[in-house]
């Protein structure tokens, strides 16, 4: 059985995974990467990790996504938006003297996009385009079953569209970081809510109170949720009038509030697209969930022997 190595390098996450020819995940590692988390700190967990898994699975070969820009033609990271350090680095040769095995090395939002177009929401669907809701927003297309890069850097920048004329970007309004942000300013505006009255000490991670928070119909909840929805509706108009996909996947760490975002975001776009277009495309949930860039990375890992 042929076995393959995944890395995933996120702004608050690192995964490594071992998985088999149908990109089943068979073993992980995950790690947690700190706000003041700088590049040479995550590779050196990388290095310690790797030897366990090359010892244990022999691999074939090593795929990687990574949270940021990437010319996938040479491996080398553009930048972290995220993470310091990063710039410039040739990630896809440091691999492959570290584990000496073929690497293929791509953005992590093209990676998700290619394992739901291949293995989740949007198998048998074309063109797939797919944007992630985590500590930051990416987006990815695939046609005719390759990722869409264009010109080097190339991934679809979701996260910078741009919503208004002075420059305020989907990344600014609908990531984790800006939706936790948005939760603690309606404590600071004495707005009474679950949200505000179950936030955690230490500022983070406050949108997974939207869950709950939701399901019991808290109004400010809500609200902030139809913002969120409209604003990610404006920007996938640009999508669909642009690229007209067959479907659109929604994945990340936000997209775990599940049904009412997808539904808020699906009520939303038909009222910003052309009549023609008979509302857009239907808006799924990512059926991957948080392993479309692993599952992604050991896919396109079998591109790389």
């Given at each position: 059985?042929?076995?393959f190595?995944?890395?995933?390098i996120?702004?608050?996450?690192?995964q490594?995974v071992?998985g088999?020819?149908?990109?089943?995940?068979?073993?992980r590692?995950?790690f947690?990467?700190?706000?003041?988390?700088?590049?040479?700190?995550?590779?050196?967990?990388?290095?310690s990790?790797?030897?366990?898994f090359l010892?244990?699975w022999?691999?074939?070969?090593?795929?990687?996504?990574?949270?940021?820009?990437?010319?996938?033609?040479?491996?080398?990271?553009a930048?972290s938006?995220?993470?310091?350090?990063w710039?410039?680095?040739?990630?896809?040769?440091?691999?492959?003297?570290?584990?000496?095995l073929?690497?293929?090395?791509?953005?992590?939002s093209?990676?998700?996009?290619?394992a739901?177009?291949?293995?989740?929401?949007?198998?048998g669907?074309?063109?797939?385009?797919?944007?992630?809701l985590?500590?930051?927003?990416?987006?990815?297309?695939?046609?005719?079953?390759?990722?869409?890069?264009?010109?080097?850097?190339?991934?679809?920048?979701?996260?910078?569209?741009?919503?208004?004329?002075?420059?305020?970007?989907?990344?600014?309004?609908?990531s984790?970081?800006?939706?936790?942000?948005?939760i603690?300013?309606?404590?600071?505006?004495?707005?009474?809510?679950?949200?505000c009255?179950r936030?955690?000490?230490?500022?983070?991670?406050?949108?997974?109170?939207?869950?709950?928070?939701l399901?019991?119909?808290d109004?400010?909840?809500?609200?902030?949720?139809?913002?969120?929805?409209?604003?990610l509706?404006?920007?996938?108009?640009?999508?669909?009038?642009?690229?007209?996909?067959?479907?659109?996947?929604?994945?990340?760490?936000l997209?775990?509030?599940?049904?009412?975002?997808?539904?808020?975001?699906a009520?939303?776009?038909?009222?910003?697209?052309?009549?023609?277009?008979h509302?857009?495309?239907p808006?799924?949930?990512?059926?991957?969930?948080?392993d479309?860039?692993?599952?992604?990375?050991?896919l396109?890992?079998?591109?790389?022997r």
């Open positions: 059985m042929s076995t190595l995944g890395i995933e996120g702004g608050t996450k690192l490594i071992a088999d020819g149908s990109a089943t995940i068979l073993s590692q995950r947690t990467v700190g706000s003041g988390s700088e590049a040479e700190g995550i590779r050196q967990q990388i290095a990790a790797l030897p366990s010892s244990e022999q691999p074939a070969a090593i795929g990687m996504g990574f949270g940021g820009p990437v010319d996938w033609r040479t491996g080398c990271i930048r938006h995220q993470v310091e350090g710039s410039g680095f040739r990630m896809a040769e440091w691999l492959r003297e570290l584990a000496g073929p690497v293929v090395v791509e953005n992590d093209n990676a998700a996009t290619f739901e177009a291949t293995r989740g929401a949007g198998e669907l074309n063109p797939v385009f797919y944007f992630n985590g500590s930051g927003v990416g987006g990815g297309l695939v046609v005719d079953g390759k990722i869409y890069h264009g010109q080097a850097p190339g991934e679809a920048e979701f996260g910078h569209v741009r919503l208004d004329k002075s420059g305020v970007t989907v990344e600014e309004r609908c984790g970081w800006a939706v936790d942000a948005r603690r300013q309606l404590k600071e505006r004495g707005v009474k809510s679950i949200l009255e936030l955690p000490a230490t500022p983070g991670g406050e949108a997974r109170l939207l869950v709950q928070a399901a019991a119909g109004e400010a909840a809500h609200q902030l949720i139809g913002e969120v929805a409209e604003d509706a404006f920007a996938l108009s640009h999508v669909t009038h642009l690229f007209h996909p067959e479907v659109i996947v929604l994945g990340g760490g997209s775990l509030i599940g049904e009412p975002l997808r539904a808020a975001v009520a939303a776009l038909p009222r910003l697209v052309m009549e023609v277009f509302g857009g495309p808006i799924k949930l990512a059926a991957l969930g948080e479309a860039v692993p599952v992604g990375a050991l396109l890992a079998q591109s790389a």
